[in-house]
């Protein structure tokens, strides 16, 4: 299942963020694609503070991995830019992270193909004129009931 919509502004895509957070399944792994400046980032921290994150919300681009508590587990924002493969994987303790995060967003996960789980959602943003547009597919049947409750 794919939907598609529009996103007019930095509003429609933090309401976007709260409508995917507040339907996720226990557990999920989302992939967030799109080129330098689509709204990634603006999209992660917008879903992290719909799940009551508070305070700072530092963008991973150096650490590679920032970890936030929740109230059930915790969430875990990645941004991939800075690797050059999949082998740098290891160094980021994603066994510890698979078995401590509910929800991990991962940004430019082509940079770690074949080391990260698999999606159960892939989001493609792009530039649309003003605002962005959002593609989504499933990637897995917990992807697709999301989707599913998405799109309704």
Known sequence: M???????DADATATLARSLALSAPERAVVYLHG???????????AW??????TGAIKSPTYTLVERYPLAR?????????????AGELDF?????????ARLWLVEWPERG???????????HLLHD?????ASMA????????????IAS
């Open 92 to 100: 980021l303790g994603l066994d510890e992270l698979a078995s401590e």
């Open 73 to 85: 587990g915790e969430a875990a924002h990645l941004d991939l830019y800075r690797l050059a493969g």
């Open 138 to 149: 499933a990637g897995s049947p917990a992807g697709e009931a999301w989707l599913g409750r």
């Open 113 to 123: 193909q074949g080391g990260l789980p698999a999606p159960d959602l892939s989001l």
């Open 48 to 53: 992290l503070r719909a799940l009551g994150v």
């Open 35 to 45: 080129e330098l400046g689509a709204g990634k980032s603006t999209l992660a921290r």
């Open 2 to 8: 794919n939907h598609e919509l529009a996103l007019s």
């Open 129 to 133: 004129g003003p605002g962005r547009r």
